[in-house]
């Protein structure tokens, strides 16, 4: 692949266990912008929950096969939900497991990659939880239950958080601005990318009166597309390729 092909990040495509036709749009985007590409970056929530690499999920499995065929490195940021995505399934996947936060090369020069929920520091509870379910010794024991009992305990998670995110105002679950300016200082680079908020954009910012860019990537399974980045900087886009609509832009 060429040097100066370009970049592309996605995340947020909450697939589900089953087959359907959110994996065949993630699977034609692997025959089609991923095969020209440089890198593929997934930062998190691949999956809408994530029991252990032994789950044998349908769609979890054909997607491994069509990221396994890439002739591309493949980096792969846990989120909150598929946080127990482990070695097993990265191999099968043909995938690098990766850091939160991620420092990267790009074509238009270095970056800083994450999932993006640890910028909302205003959501304390999220926080908790987040520290709860990364600890080493909370994932043995959950994996230790037998499969049918991860995914009842996913499945109730899960509706447990759904309906938590419709009572909390719609700022605390946004990003937190001192806890982006403080990944911006730490990494020192021009570009962050993340996921996990849902709202799509490039906003310019000025940390220490500095210019820098904050892309945050849309969620599949609302308004799916992908951040393109060649020379020239950071590009959102539809899964056709197109720009990604203004209207569905937050600002």
């Known amino acids: 692949m060429s040097p100066r092909a370009p970049a592309l990040v996605i995340s947020d495509l909450h697939l589900d266990r089953e087959p359907g036709p959110l994996l065949e749009a993630v699977l034609a985007f692997l025959e089609g912008p991923a095969r020209t590409a440089?890198?593929?970056y997934i930062l998190g929530d691949l999956f809408e929950y994530w029991v252990g690499d032994d789950?044998?999920?349908?769609?979890a499995e054909r997607l491994a096969a069509g990221l396994k065929s890439l002739d591309i490195p493949v980096s792969f940021i846990h989120g909150n939900r598929d946080f127990l995505v482990g070695e097993a399934y990265a191999a099968r996947a043909g995938m690098q497991?990766?850091?939160d936060p991620l420092h990267v090369a790009l074509p238009c020069g270095p970056a800083v990659l994450l999932h993006g929920d640890s910028l909302c520091t205003d959501d304390t509870e999220h926080m908790a939880f987040r520290q709860q379910v990364r600890s080493g010794e909370w994932q043995?024991?959950?994996?230790?239950?037998?499969?049918?009992?991860?995914?009842?305990?996913?499945?109730?998670?899960r509706a447990t958080s759904r309906d938590k995110s419709q009572i909390k105002a719609a700022a605390i679950m946004d990003v937190n601005d001192t806890?982006?300016?403080?990944?911006?200082?730490d990494a020192d680079v021009p570009l962050m990318?993340?996921?996990?908020t849902h709202r799509p954009a490039i906003h310019e910012v000025s940390v220490d009166g500095q210019p820098r860019q904050r892309c945050v990537l849309p969620a599949w399974d609302e308004h799916p597309g992908y951040l393109e980045i060649n020379a020239?900087?950071?590009i959102l886009r539809r899964l056709d390729g197109?720009?990604?609509?203004k209207q569905l832009l937050h600002a």
């Open 38 to 40: 440089s890198a593929l």
């Open 55 to 59: 789950a044998g999920f349908p769609a």
């Open 97 to 99: 497991l990766a850091p």
């Open 140 to 157: 043995q024991a959950f994996l230790a239950h037998p499969l049918e009992e991860r995914i009842r305990q996913a499945e109730d998670m």
């Open 179 to 185: 806890a982006v300016a403080d990944v911006f200082r």
């Open 193 to 196: 990318i993340h996921g996990h």
């Open 232 to 234: 020239a900087g950071p």
């Open 242 to 245: 197109s720009p990604y609509p």
